[in-house]
């Protein structure tokens, strides 16, 4: 699996983009980018995932650079309930198992 | 949105007892998987299954076994509880999700055990 390497930590003003870099310079070509939330005392949380294209759901926008090797995960309007651990995943999409760094804490403040 | 439950989300056991740890998805997946996190390690696999009855070892699966009777369930088990057991445990259902079907994991909200 291509290393990941994410700050430990970050704030955000209620109401304002949050912004979560990912750097995985060694990704290869055939490996997704995967994003997931911890919020505490609970079980990780899907977010988004990505090859190539930038996607978009309910929840955040995912954007991948041209050459793949980072990546940025962006809540629009973060609000005080996105306050947790966020973890950028990069694996094969077969992949059974996926590693959890040490990602990165959002903090949202009022 | 699947749905993965776990039965017991704060135990407390004493050292040398036999802990069930009971997970639930409704999703017709047909993998699922055991995880412990502790602080400064991350996620570790215990014990991960494929189908009905396999079962495979992860990481960690030392002092574990798990079983997988029913599609929809998979327990963890610990047959003899130690101090080092304490932990947050987790299980997970994996789907396919996407145009291009990149394997997602849906995790259970967790089962804090500590082992006294």
């Known amino acids: 699996d291509a290393k990941t390497t994410q700050p430990p930590s970050m704030d955000c003003a209620e109401g304002r983009a949050a912004n979560l870099p990912c750097n995985h310079s060694?990704?290869?070509?055939?490996?997704?980018v995967y994003w997931y939330r911890q919020i505490h005392s609970q079980g990780p949380q899907y977010i988004i995932h990505?090859?190539?294209n930038n996607e978009t759901n309910e929840m955040a926008s995912l954007i991948i650079t041209e050459d793949r090797k980072s990546s940025t995960l962006i809540l629009p309007h973060a609000t005080l309930r996105d306050t947790a651990v966020y973890y950028c995943?990069?694996?094969?999409?077969?992949?059974?198992?996926?590693?959890f760094g040490g990602g990165t804490r959002l903090m949202v403040k009022p | 949105d699947v749905k993965v439950t776990q039965s017991s989300r704060y135990l407390v056991k004493r050292t040398g007892e036999k802990v069930f740890l009971e997970c639930v998805q409704d999703m017709d997946h047909e993998n699922m998987f055991w995880y412990r996190q502790d602080p400064g390690l991350g996620l570790r696999l215990i014990y991960f299954?494929?189908?009905?009855?396999?079962?495979e070892k992860g990481d960690i699966p030392e002092g574990y076994s798990v079983s997988r009777e029913k599609k929809e369930r998979f327990s963890l088990i610990l047959e003899s509880a130690s101090t080092n057991q304490t932990s947050m445990y987790l299980c997970?259902?994996?789907?396919?999700?996407?145009?291009?079907?990149?394997?997602?994991?849906?995790f259970g909200a967790g089962s804090r055990l500590t082992v006294l």
């Open positions: 997970a259902s994996r789907g396919t999700r996407g145009s291009l079907g990149a394997n997602v994991l849906t």
């Open positions: 299954s494929y189908d009905v009855k396999m079962k």
């Open positions: 990505g090859l190539k």
């Open positions: 060694t990704i290869s070509g055939n490996e997704y």
């Open positions: 995943i990069v694996r094969v999409a077969a992949g059974n198992m996926l590693t």
